[in-house]
């Protein structure tokens, strides 16, 4: 794979281990609308969309203002729980100040969550603008519109592109830009895969950062 110019890193359950917090706010603020799933049902249907998405399929966002209360209530509860648990992957400020290519991130987090999230976990520094979202497109994952917007925006062409993903969403986003994906399993809320968190048939699968060069020794420098 010496013909890769371009890595693309999701950032939940990718870069941070962010998930897991993400789930359990996520948990509470829908059983405070009433609406009461557990956590391997959020894990199954949530993890990898955005949040109008998962809104949306709860029947959220019906009523003038729904949507932006829930969401509110999301951010703030989530900041506040990512200031006082959020760290990043084991072993991956290595990996990320060893590449060879240049890299960016393609998240379906919105702009303030994914730089704070970054801020946090003293990523930021790698990736200062380079961090595209799902408000920069149309159509989120699994559509392939943030990562062929991500590749456009760091001018590279998408069969040139590597994404590493954690979620079945973002991996098949990842197949219909037709990139390369490498799945990233090493999150904790992906420690008992359901089968829904099972990758597509070809997806090479990780679970340890530290392993991440020996997939590809061409991605690590000199």
């Known amino acids: 794979m010496s013909d890769i110019q371009l890595i693309i890193f999701d950032c939940d359950g990718v870069l941070i281990d962010s998930e897991a917090i993400s789930v359990r706010v996520l948990v509470e603020e829908l059983a405070n609308l009433g609406v009461h799933i557990d956590e391997q049902t959020a894990i199954r249907d949530c993890v990898g969309r955005s949040l109008v998405d998962v809104a949306g399929s709860y029947g959220i966002g019906a009523r003038a203002g729904e949507f932006e209360r829930f969401a509110a209530a999301v951010q703030t509860s ?19 100040e060893n590449l060879a290519v240049p890299a960016c991130v393609a998240t379906s987090s919105n702009p303030e969550r994914a730089l704070n999230s970054l801020a946090i976990t ?31 925006q760091m001018g590279v062409a998408p069969q040139a592109c590597l994404v590493i993903e954690d979620s079945v969403p973002g991996l098949r986003a990842a197949q219909a830009a037709h990139m390369p994906v490498w799945q990233f399993t090493g999150g904790s809320h992906l420690k008992n895969l359901q089968p829904a968190q099972i990758p597509p048939p070809q997806v090479p699968t990780f679970d340890n950062w530290a392993d991440f060069f020996a997939l590809d020794p061409n991605l690590k420098q000199k």
Do not use: N, W
């Open 122 to 152: 003293g990523l930021d520094v790698h990736f200062a603008g380079k961090v595209f979202t799902t408000c920069q497109v149309k159509h989120g994952k699994p559509a392939p519109d943030l990562f062929l917007y991500a590749a456009q």
């Open 78 to 96: 989530l900041l506040a729980r990512f200031a006082a648990e959020l760290q990043p992957m084991p072993h991956i400020h290595s990996v990320v």
